[in-house]
T-cell receptor, first 108, second 115 residues
Framework: TQLLEQSPQFLSIQEGENLTVYCNSSSVFSSLQWYRQEPGEGPVLLVTVVTGGEVKKLKRLTFQFGDARKDSSLHITAAQPGDTGLYLCAGGAQKLVFGQGTRLTINP | DADVTQTPRNRITKTGKRIMLECSQTKGHDRMYWYRQDPGLGLRLIYYSFDVKDINKGEISDGYSVSRQAQAKFSLSLESAIPNQTALYFC????WGVGSYNEQFFGPGTRLTVL
C-alpha cells in the first residue's frame, strides 16, 4: 500500500516569511499532485509534477518532485494571508492516495 | 455554475437512519469518486467508478454503498448510519487518457453529523 506522509502537520508563520512543506513516501509515484483546500470548500488542484527532479512554479509557490519520485516539496516565498489553507499532496495512477495534509496559517 | 455539485451540503441525522448523498457533474468525466475527510487523516477513498458499469471499493467501504445512475451522477448511501461516520464527504471526478494524471475535481462537500 502506497502511503504519503506530510510534514509539518501544522504551521503558523508571519506574513512575509518563507516556508517549506514536505511530502514523503517509501514508494515510487509516477506523478504527484498538490491541492489546496479552504474552509467549506473542496480541494483545488494546484499542480502536478511528473518527472523526477522537476520544478514547477506558480507565482510565489515552488513545487519540486524528488529525483527518485518518492517525495515532493512545496516552498512558499513571502507568504501572504491568502496562502492560508490546508495543503494536500496526492499520488497514484488508478486511484489517488492523499497525505494527511499541512494546515498553514499566515498571520498578518 | 459549479462543475461538481453535491447535495445536501449539511445533514444531521440519527443513528440507524439511512442516508443518501448525491453528486452530479457537468465535466463529462467518466471517473467519479467518493472520499471522506476526518481531521488529521486527509482524504480516504470510499468507492470509485470508472464508468457506469464499473464500481470498485476503496480503502474504507464498510458501512457504505454506491450507485452510478448515469455518467454524470454518483450517489453514496449509508444504510444504517453510526456516529463514527460523522465526517466531511467529498465527491470528485477525473479524466483519463494521454496527458492526464488522474487529477481530481472536487465538489464542495457534505458535512454529515450522526447523533
Amino acid at each position: 500500500t502506497q502511503l504519503l506522509e506530510q510534514s509539518p502537520q501544522f504551521l503558523s508563520i508571519q506574513e512575509g516569511e518563507n516556508l517549506t512543506v514536505y511530502c514523503n513516501s517509501s514508494s515510487v509515484f509516477s506523478s504527484l499532485q498538490w491541492y489546496r483546500q479552504e474552509p467549506g470548500e473542496g480541494p483545488v488542484l494546484l499542480v502536478t509534477v511528473v518527472t523526477g527532479g522537476e520544478v514547477k512554479k506558480l507565482k510565489r509557490l515552488t513545487f519540486q518532485f524528488g529525483d527518485a519520485r518518492k517525495d515532493s516539496s512545496l516552498h512558499i516565498t513571502a507568504a501572504q494571508p491568502g496562502d492560508t489553507g490546508l495543503y494536500l499532496c496526492a499520488g497514484g495512477a488508478q486511484k489517488l492516495v492523499f497525505g494527511q495534509g499541512t494546515r498553514l496559517t499566515i498571520n498578518p | 455554475d459549479a462543475d461538481v455539485t453535491q447535495t445536501p451540503r449539511n445533514r444531521i441525522t440519527k443513528t440507524g437512519k439511512r442516508i443518501m448523498l448525491e453528486c452530479s457533474q457537468t465535466k463529462g468525466h467518466d471517473r467519479m469518486y467518493w472520499y471522506r475527510q476526518d481531521p488529521g487523516l486527509g482524504l480516504r477513498l470510499i468507492y470509485y467508478s470508472f464508468d457506469v458499469k464499473d464500481i470498485n471499493k476503496g480503502e474504507i467501504s464498510d458501512g457504505y454503498s454506491v450507485s452510478r445512475q448515469a455518467q454524470a451522477k454518483f450517489s453514496l448511501s449509508l444504510e444504517s448510519a453510526i456516529p463514527n461516520q460523522t465526517a466531511l464527504y467529498f465527491c470528485a471526478t477525473s479524466d483519463w487518457g494521454v496527458g492526464s494524471y488522474n487529477e481530481q475535481f472536487f465538489g464542495p462537500g457534505t458535512r454529515l453529523t450522526v447523533l
